[in-house]
């Protein structure tokens, strides 16, 4: 069985501060672990993913998320909001099921809005 | 672009029609998966399809059905739809039983029922 948590269901920043998303996860499995962009009215973007290997994972525009075992967390941090990262994220778990199968299972999102 | 690619991008059905949703997965890929995103929540996982079989179910009745062809495409029928059926219909492609395999998805078709 895998879980996902999204700690926080909006986060608003001001535009040029940091950004912390947080994500806690359960799985009875090594897991894969993902991050999910989504604008409005849009398909969902990869922004970055966990397979094993190194635990701080960089992503594209300038996002990063770092594995902690010991805490099952997954926190997406970004050093300073633009306007254009407004948006809805999403924290994805994905580990091996039955027969091998890898399906996702998807945190509830958090919204986070950029003032200016 | 993920390669993957949707169609209808909007339709509008009224309660107890039938509709059809179709996807195009991205080259390479052989593994397609449909998900359900209500207005404000995350993606619900429908099915999974892998050499033309249903490899994986969520938590959906039986009047969601699918297709997957020997060309990987896939099509996600509804019967019998309901109000509550109006969401975001998004479909995804990977490699299947590849550790970390990233899933990508298309723009979505939005369906609303009336």
């Known amino acids: 069985a895998q879980s996902v948590t999204q700690l926080d269901s909006h986060v608003s920043v001001s535009e040029g501060t940091p950004v912390l998303l947080r994500c806690n996860y359960s799985?009875?499995?090594?897991?894969?672990l993902f991050w999910y962009v989504q604008h409005p009215n849009k398909g969902l973007q990869l922004l970055l993913k966990?397979?094993?290997?190194?635990?701080l994972v960089k992503g594209i525009n300038g996002f990063e998320a770092e594995f902690k075992k010991s805490e099952t967390s997954f926190h997406l941090t970004k050093p300073s909001a633009h306007m254009s990262d407004a948006a809805e994220y999403f924290c994805?778990?994905?580990?091996?099921?039955?027969?091998?199968?890898?399906?996702?299972?998807f945190g509830r999102g958090t919204s986070l809005i950029v003032h200016p | 672009e993920t390669g993957v690619t949707q169609s209808p991008t909007h339709l509008i059905k009224t309660r107890g029609q039938q509709v059809t949703l179709r996807c195009s997965s991205q080259?390479?890929?052989?593994?397609v998966s449909w998900y359900q995103q209500a207005l404000g929540q995350g993606p619900q996982f429908i099915f999974q399809?892998?050499?033309?079989?249903?490899?994986g179910r969520g938590n959906f009745p039986p009047r969601f059905s699918g297709l997957q062809f020997p060309n990987y495409s896939s099509e996600l029928n509804v019967n019998a739809l309901e109000l509550d059926d109006s969401a975001l219909y998004l479909c995804?492609?990977?490699?299947?039983?590849?550790?970390?395999?990233?899933?990508?998805f298309g723009e979505g078709s939005w369906l609303t029922v009336v």
């Open positions: 080259s390479g890929h052989n593994t």
């Open positions: 994805v778990v994905s580990a091996s099921a039955s027969g091998g199968s890898y399906i996702p299972t």
């Open positions: 799985s009875s499995y090594s897991p894969s």
């Open positions: 399809y892998y050499r033309e079989e249903e490899n």
């Open positions: 966990y397979t094993s290997a190194a635990t």
């Open positions: 995804a492609s990977s490699l299947y039983q590849v550790a970390g395999n990233t899933i990508y």
